[in-house]
Structures are given as C-alpha cells and as structure tokens.
C-alpha cells in the first residue's frame, strides 16, 4: 500500500499554477512581432489654417526690420503663438546689416513640453527682403514675401496650433522664427563682397551664440524656407545631406509614404546658405532644409525669388499641405 504525501503533491500544483501565470504574463509584456500595434493618431494638417496665417502676415506688408510693418507683424506673431503655449520668449537685439544700418530684430521662440530633454527644433524665418534686386521694375521697392519667409511661418503656426489640440506626442518641440535672414548684399552688388555670408541669416547667427536656454539642444531641426509655391519640388539639399543624411532620408521617406512624392524628390541639390548652416556650425544640432529647389534656373530657387511675384497668387495649398502634414507625422512617430 502505497501513501499518498499530499502536501508534496500541493507544493507542485501551486509551482505549476506560477509557472502559467508567469507565461501568461511575459506574452502579454512581449507581444507577438505579427500582432498589430496601435496607431498612433497623427493631427489632419489644415492648409486652410496655414494660407490663413500666411495672408495674416502679408496684410502687415513687408516685414522689413526697422519699419513699422515689422514690429506690427512679430507682436502678432508672438499673440498668436502665446494662444498655442504659454512657453513663448522673444529674443530681442541688434545687429549690423551688410551696408551698416543698424537693425532692432527679434527672434521669437515657443515651446511645447518644455520639460522633455528629448527636443525637436523647427524653424522658418519671418523677415522678408527690402529690396526686389532680381526683378526688372521697382527693384528698390521691399517685396511681400508670401513664399520667402510668409510660407515657412505659416505652416509652423498651424503645427503648434495642432501641438496645442492634440497633446499626444512624446518630445518637447520648440518653434523659432528667426529674424534679419533676408537683408543680405543686393545681387550684382560689387560694394559689398567681403561682408561675412553676405548679410544674410543675422536672427540664426544670434542664437545660435545667444540660446534662448542655456544649453540648449535637440536631438535634430528642420528649417522651412520657400515651402509654398504651386508646384514646388524639395531636393535633399547639400549641406543637410553632409550634416543629417538621417534626418533626410527620415523626412523624405514620411514625405513620400504619405503620397507627396512629387514633391518631396530623392535627389541631391548642391549645398546652399541659410539659416540652417549657423544652427549646425555654431549651435552643434544637426538641421536639415526644406527648401525649394528649380534645377531650370541659375539661382537655385524659382522664378519667383526675391521679385514682386512672391505674393499669395504664388502660395498653393496642396504645397503646404504636403511639408505640413510630412512634419507632423515626424513629430508625433518620434
């Protein structure tokens, strides 16, 4: 007669039931690779909302520094942005222009989740040119700017409008609009040659020496320059390429997985200046350009650049749709 030692037989039961439970709970830590994850919800672009925000800045004028279009524009700027986030800093100061005016610019800078040290850089700058020196009339008269400088604006206020609705990303994002990018040496102008990157791209040369937070960085940047021309191809342009192929290639393929292929083009362009180039030398965080790129013509931009035709019939929702919507889903996947 054999006795049965019940207690044993209780120890293995209970070890068996742990070892299930155990299991059970790895696969639910551990999914399986086939097993579909959720989406992410990433915000609709407005285009609406980003043309309204252009048209808002060209209703000011020229926003040229030193004239009243220029500080009527940046107090808007800075109520608008303020409605987004109440993280908002206005970088005022001066700098020297290429024919030694004395400008007062301002940059303006606002952030969202300002306690994540993983951050995202995203720029445009919202001075336009005085003067139209690739035009055949008015040459000396400041142009609108709705493409150069107004487009790049215009899609960043509606990303932080859409940052402010929908608060389900994970890295802190900051805004710059930098100033004084456009009042550069006048093309064909022989008087002028020595000045340091011929004038241009005074408002990054400033932070990117003065930070708006003591250091700052971000992970990577993008800066929007001439983002909404009917029509507008974006090539990888040189220096982001040398600088953050990663961030290219990651933009591009975003771009093109969301159906604007024909716009975003994977082709290398040759390595430009803008506002970009000081963020990456001097401020040490890599930051791409998206910029339009027209191989038809030996300026590198479209026929429009720095002329009396950079206004809204230039601007073409479609365009800003595209650049806006790609930056999003970037933003919100990172």
């Not at 986030?85 to 400008?103: C, K, M, R, W």
């Not at 020496?209 to 040189?238: C, T, W």
């Not at 290639?249 to 159906?259: A, N, P």
């Amino acid at each position: 007669m054999r006795f049965v030692n019940w207690g044993i037989v209780l120890l293995v039961m209970i070890a068996v039931l742990v070892a299930c439970d155990s299991d059970k709970k790895a696969e639910n830590k551990h999914p399986p690779e086939n097993e579909k994850q959720p989406e992410i919800a990433i915000p609709d672009f407005s285009a609406d909302s980003a043309y309204h925000f252009i048209e808002k800045q060209i209703s000011f004028g020229p926003r040229v520094p030193n004239r009243p279009a220029h500080k009527a524009c940046a107090a808007y700027l800075v109520e608008t942005l303020s409605n987004y986030t109440p993280q908002v800093i206005e970088q005022n100061f001066e700098s020297t222009a290429y024919d030694g005016t004395n400008l007062s610019l301002k940059n303006i800078i606002a952030s969202f989740n300002p306690d994540k040290s993983k951050r995202v850089l995203l720029a445009a700058h919202w001075d336009t040119r005085p003067f139209a020196d690739n035009d055949s009339i008015d040459t000396d008269r400041p142009i609108i700017g709705a493409n150069d400088g107004g487009s790049g604006v215009g899609v960043l206020l509606e990303i932080a409008r859409q940052l402010h609705l929908n608060t389900n990303f994970d890295v802190g994002v900051d805004i710059i609009l930098f100033d004084g990018e456009d009042y550069g040496v006048p093309a064909n102008e022989k008087g002028f040659r020595n000045v340091p990157y011929g004038g241009f791209c005074l408002g990054s040369q400033y932070w990117s020496k003065n930070k708006h937070v003591p250091n700052y960085s971000a992970y990577y940047g993008i800066l929007l320059d001439m983002v909404g021309a009917r029509g507008a191809k974006f090539y990888q342009e040189g220096l982001s390429m040398n600088s953050a192929p990663s961030v290219v290639r990651k933009v591009w393929d975003y771009g093109q997985s969301l159906g604007y292929g024909d716009y975003f083009i994977s082709q290398k362009s040759e390595e430009i200046l803008d506002d970009h180039k000081f963020v990456n030398q001097w401020a040490n965080i890599p930051m791409i350009d998206i910029i339009e790129y027209d191989p038809s013509t030996k300026n590198y931009f479209g026929k429009y650049w720095h002329t009396h035709q950079d206004n809204m019939d230039l601007i073409d929702k479609n365009t800003l749709k595209a650049v806006g919507q790609t930056v999003l889903k970037l933003v919100y996947m990172e």
